[in-house]
């Protein structure tokens, strides 16, 4: 029982950091619910593009290139940072509908004329709040049962507390449970997801904007599935029945190198 308890603690605390699609899916379509628009557009740019918060949020309308389905971002304190990514589909489509609005930014202020949006805590909390509903009904619940549960008198109390305890664990079975985490966790999705599909770290430093290999491991969480599918493929490699395949984006790094 405590060893089943501390399992889901520890998948409450590591939250969006590769967890299941049905989760990213239920957040997401809370926030369109709630017709928060710039959170859904920031938070899917994140997912889709690997983009730090401040980076979505400081994109300006000529940092965007829909011809040729590119995005520099500007805004970064290291070489590296500041880098030009290429357009997924649904990025592309999120950037085409902003580049009509008025001012240079693609995400205004709200309340400052002329600078971009600085933060979305409060619409993100809000989001986490709705979604969190059942699991504050149920701590309710649950006090209520526990106080009752030694009053004679109140047995009737008790025995409904108990019984709604159990109609919400049924209900929660069926469905998602709910999330915490920030908008930040939304990058570590996004590298964990291209580090299963097989990008090599060199590859996906370069598209976070990170200068060191070291940086990028604090965001890749593989599956055990993932895992296994590795080792596979090595033991494929070692036995001859697989040939190594150098990535292209390697070889172009060696071939513009300046000599010595």
């Known amino acids: 029982m405590a060893s ?37 557009d920031v938070g899917r740019l994140i997912v889709q593009q690997g983009l730090r918060p401040e980076e979505a949020m400081r994109i300006r309308k000529t940092d965007v290139d829909l011809v040729n389905g590119t995005l520099r971002i500007e805004y970064g304190k290291t070489k590296a ?7 997924t589909p ?30 979305l805590n409060y619409a993100h909390d809000k989001v986490l709040d709705e ?28 025995i409904w507390y108990r019984d ?35 990008v090599d770290l060199a590859t996906l430093a370069a598209i976070l904007g990170h200068s060191s290999l070291r940086m990028v491991m604090r965001y890749v969480h593989p599956t055990e599935q993932h895992q296994r ?15 190594r395949q150098k990535p292209s984006v390697v070889i172009e790094r060696d071939s513009t190198r300046r000599p010595n």
């Not at 239920?26 to 017709?35: C, G, H, N, S």
């Not at 209900?171 to 996004?190: E, K, N, W």
């Open 164 to 198: 709604g305890l159990a109609l919400l664990d049924k209900l929660a079975s069926a469905q998602p449970a709910g999330l915490r985490f920030v908008i930040y966790d939304l990058r570590h999705t996004f590298a964990t997801r291209l580090a299963e599909a097989g």
């Open 229 to 243: 599918t590795a080792m596979e493929k090595a033991v494929r490699f070692w036995s001859g029945t697989e040939q």
């Open 81 to 87: 940072a500041r880098r030009r990514l290429y357009l």
């Open 4 to 40: 089943s308890n501390a399992e889901k603690l520890v998948e409450h605390l590591t939250t969006l950091r590769g967890r299941d699609r049905e989760d990213e899916q239920e957040y997401f379509a809370k926030v369109r619910a709630l017709k928060l628009h710039n959170l859904y």
């Open 131 to 158: 979604l969190s509903a059942a699991a504050r009904v149920r701590q309710y619940l649950s006090e209520q049962a526990e106080s009752t549960a030694a009053l004679p008198r109140q047995r009737g109390l008790h």
């Open 90 to 119: 649904e990025s592309a489509v999120i950037l085409s509908a902003r580049l009509h609005s008025h001012g240079p930014w693609i995400f205004p202020s709200p309340r400052r004329a002329g600078e971009p949006l600085e933060r």
